[in-house]
């Protein structure tokens, strides 16, 4: 089988992308989409203003490697807040939780304590993104 076969029957890694709550500022999350997929990720991208119930409902019925928020309107610890038990419930804490947008810096400690290993504030390179997920993701 030659490389380019063996990497077509490989598993890509499959992301879901969710905007939160009332946040309408989607289009860094866009930008972030087109460069998972141009590294060969699958990415769902959820749109605008989603609840942490749908994101944990689409994440599980998805089954997706990577479960990414993109929150430029500061409201990502509350909603954090609410989404960490229903990705438990579902049994999703195994995946990998990323956070990216309007993150000051004295919200990131609080942001892993919840479970999100990756945060990229905005400003972040997207080659950064892309890598830590190709190396963290299950």
Known sequence: MSA???????????VLLAKPGLDGHDQGAKIVARAMMDA???VIYTGLRQTPEAVARMSLEEDVDVIALSSMAGSHLP???????????GGLQDK????G??????????LRDLGFKGIFPTGSKLDAIVDYIREQAK
């Open 101 to 110: 947008g309007n993150l000051p810096e004295q919200d990131h400690a609080a």
């Open 4 to 14: 380019a076969t063996q990497i077509k029957h490989e598993r890509r890694i499959k």
């Open 79 to 89: 909603f954090c807040r609410k989404l960490k038990p229903l990705l438990e419930a």
């Open 40 to 42: 060969g990720f699958e």
């Open 96 to 99: 990998l939780w990323i956070i």
